[in-house]
């Protein structure tokens, strides 16, 4: 009668079926999708426009001086916007750099009162000498003096007060916005009406 023959090495064939088992397994592991991230599917980004190329204060913006960027949902600052059209003949009220997005507080009009000082208004201020307005920039501090009709010294009507926006070129030459008291915007807005205005620059 015939007998099947008894593997000469058992505990070898077990070894060799076992590792193939194993690797069969890691194999799978490996291809298996990676699970989806706790909470759903990952967010999506946001549209920003930001700055072609950098740009000086007094800009009034035009569509190619603008770029969108997307920018992971943390990223993406307060007060910007997604359409370009919608900041197009906007007037910069500071100096931008390259790639750097464009919010409200970044372009003169009301976004600019997010940047005042606690008790103080923004106040008007246009200068009679273009060329001082042109090197003035936002966040430096100036002192402004008013000159009469006649020969008398000028007298200084705010100091220290901080620019806000500061455009150069344009329809907006000369003009300064600047962070005072109220007391001193009403002095400001006296002393426009019947003296010249300039600046004077403190020392820090």
Request: aromatic content about 0%.
């Amino acid at each position: 009668m015939f007998r099947p023959r008894r593997p000469r090495f058992p505990l070898l064939t077990a070894r060799r079926l076992g590792a193939a088992l194993l690797a069969a397994l890691a194999l799978g592991l490996a291809l298996r999708p990676a699970p989806a991230p706790a909470g759903g599917a990952e967010p999506r980004g946001a549209d920003v426009v930001v700055a072609a190329t950098d740009l000086a204060a007094g800009t009034a913006l035009g569509r190619d001086h603008l770029a969108v960027v997307r920018l992971p949902p943390r990223a993406v600052p307060d007060g910007v916007v997604a359409v370009p059209e919608e900041l197009v003949h906007r007037v910069l009220a500071g100096h931008v750099r390259r790639g750097e997005p464009l919010t409200d507080a970044r372009l003169v009009g009301a976004g600019l009162t997010a940047l005042l000082p606690a008790g103080q208004v923004a106040a008007p201020v246009r200068l009679a000498d273009l060329a001082v307005a042109a090197l003035l920039r936002a966040g430096d501090r100036v002192d402004v003096l008013a000159a009469g009709p006649g020969a008398g010294p000028a007298e200084r009507v705010a100091a220290g007060a901080l620019v806000l926006a500061a455009p150069a070129g344009g329809d907006g030459a000369g003009l300064l916005v600047l962070a005072v008291d109220g007391d001193t915007a009403a002095r400001l807005a006296a002393a426009a009406a019947t003296a010249t205005l300039t600046v004077s620059l403190p020392p820090p």
